[in-house]
């Protein structure tokens, strides 16, 4: 009889515990189900299509720094390449203090080589972009392309024949020093045939276009309503 006895107070308390929990379970299930998801806060403010501000820290994103962030574009840019070719003469005497054709002889050298004007976009700081939030454009300062580097192509240098005069005997002889000093010269002479006001026109009006193809993309990414313009500093 006992034993029946705390067999039934098991059940009941057994009963009891079940139906306790079913009630939690339908509270929390009740709960989740009516949660506003919209009411979530990821710490994020949106002050403005271009400028965002994170609530934990203040830090504010706009046009300049998202440009100058950009690691890619942050360069030296290409904008405009061109080849030439130029020559130097050089004049050996048969005697230094005479100065007759008939003892002179003379070879020809021809270098040609291509030069490159380049964009520094690496220069650019923040009061090279210029937002104008009101009429929704934005206006990048770039300086006017250089010439930096002339590239000379080892299988493009041509040495003439060797013209002599009359009395002029032998071939001529050229050291170590008068190399470099002809591969100088011949490099000051491309410089002067490639930096020209021709070429450095090309030139602007190439680098507007290069540089507007970078940065449209990511004007367009920020905030699609924007004009952008590029402009020479």
């Known amino acids: 009889m006992k034993k029946a006895t705390v067999f039934k107070v098991i059940s009941i308390v057994f009963c009891v515990i079940c139906i306790i929990s079913s009630i939690v379970i339908w509270l929390i299930y009740k709960d989740y189900k009516s949660y506003d998801l919209s009411k979530y806060r990821d710490g994020v403010t949106v002050v403005d299509p271009n400028t965002i501000v994170l609530s934990d820290s203040g830090v504010r994103v706009s046009f300049s720094e998202v440009i100058l962030s950009k690691p890619n574009e942050t360069r030296k840019l290409v904008v405009f390449e061109q080849e030439g070719t130029v020559s130097y003469t050089i004049e050996d005497r048969m005697f230094s203090f005479l100065d007759a054709e008939s003892t002179k002889k003379y070879q020809t050298v021809k270098y040609t080589g291509k030069g490159s004007f380049i964009v520094e976009l690496d220069e650019l700081t923040a009061a090279n972009i210029i937002d104008d939030s009101e009429n929704k454009v934005l206006t990048i300062k770039i300086p006017h392309p250089r010439l930096d580097t002339i590239d000379i192509d080892p299988n493009k240098v041509e ?38 006001t021709a070429n450095g026109q090309e030139a602007d009006d190439l680098a507007l276009d290069a540089v507007y193809a970078i940065y449209a993309p990511v004007v367009e990414a920020v ?4 004009e952008l313009k590029i402009v020479f500093q």
């Open 159 to 196: 040495i003439g024949e060797q013209t002599t005069g009359f009395w002029a005997i032998g071939t001529i002889k050229l050291t170590l020093s008068d190399y470099n000093i002809i591969e100088t010269e011949l490099r000051d002479r491309l410089v002067e045939k490639f930096n020209t």
């Open 223 to 226: 905030d699609s309503n924007y």
